[in-house]
């Protein structure tokens, strides 16, 4: 079964996409705006009022001119609201002005089919009906008070409308039965504000007000007021660091596995947490993806400082100069790839290139307690994040678990002798990828160990996971320097934030995978040259800090389906009043 915690930011991420529809710019936004606002004039003019051409010529170039400055207006009448900007005004506008089109079109259909005589009730619902829209953008993600949202959201409309139109029209558009339909539109709008906004109660005070704040982290890459929203809810934990660091010929290297999560997202708390670590390591450091979920999310830059400060308090548990060989069970889709660095084990989980979500937390534990019994002091249990997928099904749950015992057992036995170290990076190598929006600061890099006569790679990605066939594309394109035994990502977040369904690009989205598995081929020939004779230590951290918890995401998501439940309520009734009005007006 999957946590409450799992399941919950499952569904925090399916309402994320929708947030994925609209204009991707500005300028479309404002195009659609402009067009949308000829399809009003035009069709106001030749079928609802049956004026002129030559009115509408003189007319609809004044409408649009005077749109196009009170786009100006709604931006300044707004300032000072927590998420403002031109961009986001042009895409209200462009909303808008396209129900407001829509309107007057299906007004003249409704004319054709119910044998009415035209007039000025569409052109007038039609602006309310934009009215009541603006109204709740502006009150829920603009964040103004319902009393400015509803003064400003009249301002563009009107200005528009009375340009538009010629003087004689003004009084054809105000029928009771279009204003009686408009205005009951703009009163489902703002009795929507009200009772949206107060959905997450009691969890969230103020359901759009982490709404603005979540926008302005996203697009804005302002944290002050998120972060404020997640320290708020988080609670303090005891969390752990597990660090096997390498001295090799007066250089370091290390294997880092944080018992944290990366995220929430973007720029937000310890969403770029394997970077944070990788500077803190000397940029010598492979983070890894700990079996952890995002209830343990740190939920600010204060508490990331706070855990990164505490590592320097790492106590020494183990050294050495030996290690076995590595090994690597596979069992169907699951892949166990383990290496022992005396009694300290390492075991990397992969179901590439099926792919899987977050390994859950129990497993790790299963796997640790085994290799206690075995006789291993410590396992440090690394969730590969190499292909993207579901949730793990009890079968991959079984394979998963099978692999990595028989792996455990096998490196329990195996002989061990002195190794080698060497670590490269992409900033080592002349490969560079084609798209940078894949991967997070520290890039790539190679850990490749020499031990028994052979050198063997582990490969590393600043990533949000990859492409499900990019981890065997790479593996089996190494051939000089070492023998790939696995490719790893940190699953950063800081790459989160891109149109797309998951938020971000996985690796190997853009870039093309041949040039990937180059940039891997040269780190490891680097790192082969640099490899020399190393020794070892085993460091175990305890830090107490904030983690976000899985109540928090509980909160979220359940205002989520209580502000979605309301709007779907709130959308029937406007939709049945849009309805009557077009049969009745």
């Known amino acids: 079964m999957f946590s409450a915690g799992q399941d919950d930011v499952s569904n925090i991420h399916r309402r994320w996409s929708f947030t994925t529809l609209g204009p991707s710019s500005s300028k479309q936004s404002f195009a659609i705006s402009l067009i949308s606002a000829t399809v009003i ?58 129900l407001w089109a829509l309107t007057v079109l299906l007004g003249v259909a409704a004319d054709m089919v119910f044998a009415k005589q035209g007039g000025g009730d569409y052109i007038i619902a039609g602006m309310l009906l934009a009215v009541g829209l603006r109204i709740g953008i502006f009150t829920s993600v603009f964040g103004a008070s319902t009393g400015r949202a509803v003064g400003v959201s009249f301002i563009q409309p009107l200005i528009f409308l009375f340009a538009f139109l010629t003087p004689a029209s003004y009084g054809i558009i105000l029928s009771p039965a279009g204003l009686a339909f408009g205005f009951a539109l703009v009163t489902l709008g703002v009795i929507w504000t009200v009772i949206a906004d107060r959905a997450g109660r009691p969890g969230i005070k103020s359901t759009f007000g982490l709404l603005q704040a979540f926008i302005s982290a996203w697009t804005e890459h302002k944290v002050d007021k998120i972060e404020e929203f997640t320290e708020a809810k988080a609670h303090d934990d005891i969390v752990s660091t597990k660090i096997v660091r390498f001295s090799a010929g007066g250089k370091q290297a290390a294997i880092v596995l944080p018992d944290v999560h990366p995220g929430p997202f973007s720029t937000v708390g310890g969403s770029n947490l394997p970077y944070v670590l990788y500077e803190a390591f000397s940029r010598s450091a492979l983070v890894m993806h700990s079996v952890s979920d995002h209830s343990l999310n740190i939920p600010s830059k204060r508490q990331v400082d706070k855990y990164v400060g505490e590592l320097g308090k790492a106590n020494v548990v183990e050294k050495g100069s030996t290690c076995s060989a590595p090994i690597q069970i596979r069992t169907n889709n699951a892949t166990a790839t383990g290496i022992a660095f005396g009694n300290t084990a390492i075991v990397m989980l992969s179901l590439a290139p099926a792919g899987m979500e977050d390994v859950p937390q129990g497993m790790r534990t299963e796997l640790e307690s ?197 709007t779907k309520t709130f959308l029937a009734i406007t939709v049945a009043t849009y309805i009557a009005m077009l049969v009745m007006s």
């Open 41 to 98: 004039a035009v069709v106001s003019h030749l079928f609802h009022l049956g004026t002129s051409v030559e009115a509408l010529e003189l007319h609809l170039p004044l409408g649009l001119a005077v749109l196009a400055g009170a786009h100006m207006l709604d931006y300044f009448a707004l300032r000072g609201t927590p998420v403002n900007k031109l961009s986001k005004v042009a895409h209200v506008a462009a909303f808008a002005n396209a």
């Open 370 to 566: 085994h290799g206690t019994l075995l006789g291993f002091s410590d396992v440090l249990v690394v969730d590969c994040h190499n292909a993207m997928g579901k949730h793990l099904n009890d079968p991959d749950k079984a394979d998963l678990a099978a692999s990595a015992k028989q792996c455990l057992e096998q490196l329990k036995v195996q002989p061990q002798n002195e190794f080698t170290i060497g670590f490269a990076s992409l900033e080592d190598v002349s490969q560079r990828l084609d798209s940078a929006g894949e991967l997070g600061q520290a890039g790539l890099a190679v850990l490749v160990i020499g031990t028994g006569g052979q050198n063997y790679a582990i490969g590393w990605a600043d990533s949000n996971n990859m492409e499900n066939k990019l981890r065997d594309n790479i593996v089996s394109k190494i051939s000089d320097g070492a023998s790939m035994l696995e490719v790893c990502t940190s699953d950063t977040h800081s790459t989160s934030g891109k149109r797309t369904r998951e938020g971000y690009f996985a690796l190997g989205t853009m870039s093309n995978h041949d040039n990937i598995a180059s940039a891997y081929q040269q780190m490891c020939q680097k790192a082969a040259e640099r490899a020399t004779k190393s020794t070892f230590e085993f460091a175990f951290s305890q830090s107490t800090i904030k983690v976000m918890g899985n109540k928090q995401f509980e909160d979220y998501s359940s205002a989520l389906d209580k502000s979605m439940t309301i």
